[in-house]
């Protein structure tokens, strides 16, 4: 089960998402506020973070750059869960900030949902899918490396007949 850090200062979205999430098949850690999320991504090393920007404390956009900045937890993918659509706020979040995501609220879940898939795949799985690419181009090279160059030349006009 992928584990999110669900960061935001508001209790009513936190018991709403917390379901939805957990309804998806995620373990879902909770933080009240921007230290209590930082806390709590060192401690729990969560697959992905989703992050509020306007908190009480700490900006979601604060609490990002020091998270990217930890060794610790710089490779946890962030998604910033927020309502600000600006286009500086949006460039805000992935070149101040570092987060890999930004998401508007409210949000679509299907495209939601498709986003946290690729936000964990990429903390889990997705480098050993490149790895797995890369190895079969490899192979892929080797075979035609083996086949004669006169037959990668011939022609197969006989193939686009209709």
Do not use: C
């Not at 900006?59 to 600006?86: F, H, N, Q, Y």
């Not at 050993?128 to 690419?133: L, Y």
Request: charged share 35%.
């Amino acid at each position: 089960m992928r584990k999110v850090l669900l960061v935001d200062d508001e209790p009513d979205f936190l018991v709403i998402m917390e379901k939805l999430l957990k309804k998806h098949g995620y373990d879902v850690i909770e933080a009240i506020n921007g230290k209590s999320g930082l806390k709590k991504a060192q401690e729990n090393h969560p697959d992905l973070i989703l992050l509020d920007i306007m908190m009480s404390d700490i900006s979601g956009w604060e609490v990002a750059r020091k998270l990217k900045k930890d060794p610790e937890t710089r490779d946890i993918p962030i998604i910033m869960l927020t309502v600000m659509t600006e286009e500086g706020e949006i460039k805000r979040s992935f070149e101040y900030a570092g987060a890999e995501w930004h998401i508007t609220k409210p949000f679509d879940t299907d495209v939601f949902f498709a986003v946290l898939d690729m936000a964990a795949l990429r903390s889990t799985e997705l480098e050993k899918r490149i790895e797995e690419a890369i190895e079969r181009d490899k192979k892929m090279k080797q075979v035609f490396d083996m086949i004669n160059p006169k037959l990668l030349d011939y022609k197969y006009d006989f193939l686009n007949r209709k």
